[in-house]
């Protein structure tokens, strides 16, 4: 659980998270908060002794303290929880059953899927975003055995538990002091993936509606340089389709890099500044360097072309749709 600043809201968050369990660690990294993080931290750790560990550490961004907790977990499998989310109590319970199954008879399973739901606190809605008809559910499987994701209905770091040696093992690397890094904890580890399970339960909460968050419209065009490295680290990362033999996989994974290929490209219009298109023209000849046949079949991708119109008026159009897009989806 990474924390900066969290003092507002990382209680509800720990209070998810904490059971009645004896086989459950919370890892909560503060961050180099300046707030009162650390103190309620400690005081977590003061109070479940035998579940919460406090690790207090310089200020390393989001990927720095995901990191710091991957070093430290003891677990055999691991998850992320941001500090302005929450766990469902009934879910979590019904997803430590299965975890504990997998680890009792012995199964092998690189990667539990489960739901997310984004809670939308100025309007109250919420949106559940599952899998079911992409992937077979409360059995082992295999990405032969997977079919169509719909879009916007990615593997994320809110859905994916993964087992924590598997990440040891490939040696997964997240960029400090840059956000976003969530995509690349989720794409890179996923060649490894051999047997996998979805749980069809809504776990995570996904808080939506905060000013601050990094996926808010206004932190996103701030970050919009975070975001063009996100994106050509992951294209370096995997090589496509060499490093997943399986064609599923591959494709997934095309159209997974697609998105944010996407994202990056739609901000850059919105941004409209000289600074914004030079660094979408960065991306794109970093990733013509380092795989240029996959840069073209991203360019077949619709949204990728979508969202790369050439010249003014090309960009007043990828803006209207993304706009159209907003208002029916809210995602932001």
């Known amino acids: 659980m990474p924390c900066f600043n969290s003092a507002a809201y990382m209680d509800h968050c720990i209070g998810s998270l904490v059971g009645q369990w004896d086989d459950v660690e919370v890892l909560v990294v503060d961050d180099g908060s300046t707030d009162e993080t650390g103190f309620k931290a400690d005081r977590w750790q003061a109070e479940h002794p035998d579940i919460v560990k406090t690790i207090h550490q310089a200020n390393k961004g989001h990927g720095g303290a995901v990191m710091t907790g991957l070093a ?5 499998y691991v998850y ?5 989310d929450w766990l469902d109590d009934d879910a979590f319970s019904v997803t430590l059953a299965r975890l504990r199954g997998f680890i009792k008879h012995a199964q092998v399973v690189d990667l539990l899927i489960v739901n997310y739901v984004y809670e939308h606190v100025a309007s109250g809605e919420r949106k559940v975003i599952g899998y079911k008809g992409a992937l077979p559910h409360n059995r082992v499987f295999t990405w032969r055995q997977t079919g169509m994701f719909a879009v ?5 770091m809110h859905s994916a538990i993964y087992r924590t040696q598997l990440l040891k093992d ?22 490894h993936t051999k047997t996998l399970f979805y ?3 809504d776990l995570y909460r996904y808080f939506i509606g905060r000013d601050d968050q990094s996926v808010q419209e206004g932190s ?7 975001h063009f490295r996100i994106t050509e680290i992951m294209a370096s990362s995997v090589k496509l389709p060499d490093d997943a033999p399986e ?9 997974f890099l697609g998105i944010t290929v996407t994202i990056s490209s739609v901000f850059a219009a919105l941004a409209n500044t000289r600074e914004s298109l030079a660094g979408r023209q960065h991306m794109w000849d970093h990733i013509r360097g380092v795989n240029p046949q996959l840069a073209s079949r991203l360019m077949h991708q619709t949204l990728v072309w979508g969202s790369n119109l050439p010249g003014q ?6 803006v209207a749709c993304y706009r159209a897009a907003q208002r029916l989806f809210h995602f932001n």
């Open 152 to 156: 916007g209905h990615y593997i994320t």
């Open 80 to 84: 992320v929880v941001d500090s302005d």
């Open 199 to 201: 749980l069809p339960v």
């Open 220 to 226: 996103l065009l701030k970050r919009l340089d975070e």
């Open 170 to 191: 490939i040696c997964l690397v997240l960029p400090e002091n840059t956000f976003y890094v969530d995509n690349i904890f989720v794409f890179v580890p996923l060649p």
């Open 247 to 255: 064609p599923k996989l591959a494709n997934y994974l095309e159209h």
């Open 313 to 318: 008026s090309g960009r007043r159009i990828t």
């Open 72 to 76: 430290a977990a003891r677990g055999q």
